[in-house]
């Protein structure tokens, strides 16, 4: 059965902090003056409504320090401008890097909040040009802001994501180059039904990555490992999971409990055999 108690908190709220950085990570922090692996990522590396994510789990696995770097809403505009969680990072005997979507990143035609990089800023002067029909003080998330656009012209939301794409790109390298060791990028790829839903025409997460992206990033990644994963709603996992009593319509679309040891499993796996 799920674990439903009275308000909104969930396992989740034991987040913790790592030096000047402003981003909350997953708890209970941990010493970083023995070898370790981080996990780096956004809302699934963290570990939403999870008693045991998948670094946990990874660590248990290895018998090795496993950091979850992981933080709610940040997507790779956070992790790359984030100067603390470059130094630990760097700091890392390995690097394991969830790829998240190409529309949470500050790019040449928008900006986005510096942590919490689904939320929508403003435009540039270049977006607003390209679509003057458009209020854009109607939007605050990205993936509204996107569906609009893309429902307004198919041949001016190609030019969007041209932009978007090559931005992802530039700032995964910039990332990965400063790394000690080549990083393993994690490649989470929803699928069913509430995937399709709540992705609509923009497709599900992580939005707009593809193999060729993947591929760009090749000569600086140890490797990349896909995994198809379902949300808790469509792979009856949510009665394991952790959350208020207001929070099942989040829940559902989390990865549960043994989708995460799938996870780490196969990360696992990767490492012990890069080793």
Request: hydrophobic share 40%; charged share 25%; proline share 6%.
């Amino acid at each position: 059965m799920s674990y439903c108690k009275p308000g909104t908190d969930g396992p989740e709220e034991s987040g913790c902090r790592y030096g000047a950085s402003k981003l909350l990570f997953r708890g209970p922090r941990r010493a970083l003056d023995a070898p370790y692996v981080a996990c780096i990522g956004g809302t699934d590396t963290f570990g939403r409504f999870v008693e045991s994510p998948f670094p946990a789990v990874l660590e248990d696995r290895l018998g090795m320090t496993c950091v979850n770097l992981g933080s709610v809403s940040c997507g790779l505009e956070a992790m790359a401008q984030d100067p603390e969680l470059m130094h630990m990072a760097q700091g890392a005997e390995r690097c394991v890097i969830q790829l998240t979507g190409a529309q949470n990143l500050s790019n040449r035609l928008y900006r986005v909040h510096p942590r919490r990089n689904d939320r929508f800023l403003e435009p540039s002067d270049l977006l607003v040009r390209l679509y003057p029909e458009v209020d854009f003080t109607e939007f605050h998330f990205t993936r509204h802001l996107l569906a609009h656009l893309l429902a307004l012209s198919d041949e001016r939301f190609t030019e969007v994501c041209v932009e978007l794409r090559r931005a992802w790109v530039d700032r995964m390298r910039h990332l990965l180059v400063g790394l000690k060791h080549p990083a393993v990028l994690l490649w989470l790829q929803y699928e069913g039904p509430l995937a399709e839903e709540q992705g609509g025409d923009l497709g599900a997460e992580p939005f707009l990555v593809d193999a060729g992206m993947v591929a760009a990033l090749q000569d600086l990644c140890a490797v990349a490992i896909e995994i198809p994963v379902r949300a808790s709603g469509d792979s009856d996992e949510l009665g394991d999971m952790l959350f208020g009593t207001m929070q099942q319509p989040a829940a559902e679309h989390m990865i549960g409990p043994v989708t995460h040891h799938a996870i780490a499993e196969r990360i696992c796996k990767t490492l012990l055999d890069l080793d």
